[in-house]
T-cell receptor, first 115, second 113 residues
């Protein structure tokens, strides 16, 4: 299957700092990528849909000024958690949509711990 | 919007038995139904999917059935093995051009040796 790379896999930061997470589709072009948040023992909660060359579409209740999404190319989307606080600690997962195959491929996830 | 309900939340079986997980969805326009397996701390892995123009799809020990009239679909795992233990998620997509998925709540499957 297709490969989606997500970095970093684990990050610890101090409260008030910003953290950037990268999501790359390595062997296909993804006009659309998705960002999810997953709490322990819970399902994937869609945060936003990232479209190349346009503004992201955020789900209800997700603060767009706190979770900045940039989809600058057909293979890269980034999520920046700004002014992180302990309650932002979570597992963040990206996915890239292959229009040719009609399938979403997931990154390995980033575990964010805010101290 | 779409709402996907998944049952059971936990499922415990003996090795060799079959396991069945069921999902219902609300949006009649949904036409793509994937199943993902997620091991602890890992990425969700697509294990099988079905589109609304078919009623059943099988891949070795895994099968998925779809009933569009009743708006439900199920995952069937036969001859379960301990390595099948994981969290399984169903999802539904309305089939828009960008493939947005709505996930079920997940089922923790434990296969006892």
């Amino acid at each position: 299957g297709a490969v989606v790379s997500q970095h970093p896999s684990w990050v610890i930061c101090k409260s008030g700092t910003s953290v950037k997470i990268e999501c790359r589709s390595l062997d296909f072009q993804a006009t659309t990528m998705f960002w999810y948040r997953q709490f322990p023992k819970q399902s994937l909660m869609l945060m936003a849909t990232s479209n190349e060359g346009s503004k992201a579409t955020y789900e209800q209740g997700v603060e767009k000024d706190k979770f900045l999404i940039n989809h600058a190319s057909l293979t890269l989307s980034t999520l920046t958690v700004t002014s992180a606080h302990p309650e932002d600690s979570s597992f963040y997962i990206c996915s890239a949509y292959s229009g040719n195959r009609g399938i979403q491929y997931f990154g390995a996830g980033t575990r964010l711990s805010v101290l | 919007g779409e709402n996907v309900e998944q049952h059971p939340s936990t499922l415990s079986v003996q090795e060799g038995d079959s396991a069945v997980i069921k999902c219902t969805y609300s949006d009649s326009a949904s036409n793509y139904f994937p199943w993902y397996k997620q091991e602890l701390g890992k990425r969700p892995q697509l294990i099988i999917d079905i589109r609304s123009n078919v009623g059943e799809k099988k891949d070795q020990r895994i099968a998925v059935t779809l009933n569009k009239t009743a708006k439900h679909f199920s995952l069937h795992i036969t001859e379960t093995q301990p390595e099948d233990s994981a969290v399984y998620f169903c999802a539904a997509s309305s089939g828009t051009s960008y493939g947005k998925l709505t996930f079920g709540q997940g089922t923790i499957l434990t296969v006892h040796p």
